[in-house]
């Protein structure tokens, strides 16, 4: 069973940057697709951005499009979210995530593996 844990978050002005990172236990990666989902206070979790197991296959949500970009090392074990030019609408738990489905799943509930996620605060 595949473990994952988040870090990189914190507090950051509109503007910023922040890069994220999930390394993965247990198992090996890059037998899976991953995401960062991320929820907001009252809203539902929603996919930000998701990786193909090699990499190459990227999807990014319209509102972080240009902003953010997901990548992975597999040979590290590990999946990353740079996240540029942060709004206040960014804020958000921050969660990665790994699932079984043969494309990118867009919905939580495609993902098998997740990670307790990481608080993402943008201040104006």
């Known amino acids: 069973q595949v473990q994952l844990v988040e870090s990189g978050g914190g507090l950051v002005q509109a503007g910023g940057s922040l890069r994220l990172s999930c390394a993965a236990s247990?198992?090996?990666?890059?037998?899976?697709?991953v995401g960062w989902f991320r929820q907001a206070p009252g809203k539902e979790r929603e996919l930000v951005a998701g990786?193909?197991?090699?990499?190459?296959?990227?999807h990014h949500a319209d509102s972080v499009k240009g902003r953010f970009t997901i990548s992975r090392d597999n040979a590290k074990n590990t999946v990353y979210l740079q996240m540029d030019s942060l709004k206040p609408e960014d804020t958000a738990v921050y969660f990665c995530?790994?699932?079984?489905?043969?494309?990118?799943?867009?919905?939580?509930?495609?993902?098998?593996?997740w990670g307790q996620g990481t608080q993402v605060t943008v201040s104006s």
């Open positions: 995530a790994a699932g079984s489905t043969s494309t990118i799943g867009r919905v939580y509930d495609e993902y098998d593996y």
């Open positions: 247990g198992g090996t990666l890059n037998t899976y697709v």
């Open positions: 990786c193909s197991r090699s990499g190459r296959v990227t």
